[in-house]
């Protein structure tokens, strides 16, 4: 081989070399973005459904009922999706009828590929399902026209590959709704779910009490800003109007009491699981005391470093001629 050969074949094993390398990078970058992916699945009525619900909570983006044919070019899209979509539950389960023979094969397709997924296969016993489905009066998928008991055994059978590749089996025979959650969230908990979100709602009883209220303050025993001309018109955020209604012993001594308390409860309600709160702080009008308690709640907690939001719900119905707006 002359010289010149020689070179013309160094200069394509390094081109060779290079396309390899970028390949590897790519691969390995592509592997970083690679979302966390769960696939839930089992038995019908084992409790896919609440799982789900639970899963939500935490953070993740749930798709309910995707024929797994499709589940490689759903990972491929959220893989290229930038980050956005980083945490994915896929519901697979017997509903997709035709469609669910293919699973295994994807699974395996999957396996061979290296694609990182994890399986978690929600089972329960015959006598809990036929109890659900009893109480659900809904028909079985496998079992459309005869007796409950014969698609809970046509389903075991045809879950059996299924759940011999599972990452996690959960037996929600006999688990409470608090209890499936708190070993959802032990498993699959997420940075983007770890935070709760808190609603400080401020509102006039006079306008009705909020629906979605969790805990309702009656502030209506403070000292009333109404009664004094000066201050009438102008909300709880006025600092003429707040320095007012803070100047009073019972407001001292009920903000202390209150601080010790939302203290205690936010962290207890963050360990059980809950995803929102909403804490409405009631006046006669929804203007003066209401607005001044929610705002010091609304700040003590974001200085806090919590995920909170401040809403007057009533206000605005009422005279109001002077009122400073919270960046919330």
């Not at 769960?38 to 799982?51: D, L, R």
Request: aromatic residues 8%.
């Amino acid at each position: 081989m002359s010289e010149m050969e020689q070179a013309r074949w160094k200069e394509v094993e390094e081109a060779q070399e290079e396309r390899e390398g970028k390949e590897t990078k790519e691969q390995k970058e592509t592997k970083k973005e690679q979302p966390r992916l769960v696939i839930v699945t089992g038995m019908s009525g084992g409790g896919k459904t609440q799982a789900c619900r639970y899963m939500e909570d935490l953070g993740y983006f749930c798709v309910d009922n995707l024929p797994p044919v499709f589940i490689p070019k759903f990972v491929e899209i959220c893989a290229h999706s930038g980050g956005h979509v980083s945490h994915v539950v896929l519901v697979v389960d017997t509903r997709s009828r035709e469609f669910f023979g293919t699973f295994v094969q994807v699974l395996e397709d999957m396996d061979k590929a290296d694609t990182p997924y994890e399986m978690l296969f929600m089972d329960a016993s015959d006598a809990a399902i036929i109890r659900r489905y009893k109480e659900t009066r809904r028909r079985h998928p496998m079992a459309p026209s005869s007796r409950i008991s014969e698609g809970i055994a046509k389903e075991r059978e045809r879950l059996a590959m299924v759940r011999s590749k599972a990452t996690y089996i959960i037996d929600t025979s006999e688990l409470k709704k608090v209890e499936l959650r708190e070993k959802l969230r032990r498993i699959f908990d997420t940075s983007e779910g770890e935070k709760m979100n808190i609603n400080v709602l401020s509102f006039g009883f006079k306008y009705g009490m909020p629906l979605d209220a969790d805990m309702v303050l009656d502030v209506r025993f403070l000292p009333n800003p109404f009664y004094e001309e000066s201050m009438r018109h102008k909300s709880g955020a006025v600092p003429e109007v707040a320095q007012y209604i803070a100047k009073w012993p019972m407001t001292q001594e009920f903000v202390e009491k209150l601080d010790a308390l939302v203290d205690f409860l936010v962290p207890q309600y963050m360990k059980e699981g809950k995803s929102q709160l909403v804490l409405a702080v009631g006046c006669t009008g929804g203007m003066h005391r209401s607005v001044f308690i929610a705002k010091h709640l609304y700040d003590r907690m974001k200085d806090k470093g919590l995920l909170v939001r401040l809403e007057h719900r009533d206000l605005m119905k009422n005279d109001v001629w002077e009122h400073v707006r919270e960046e919330c």
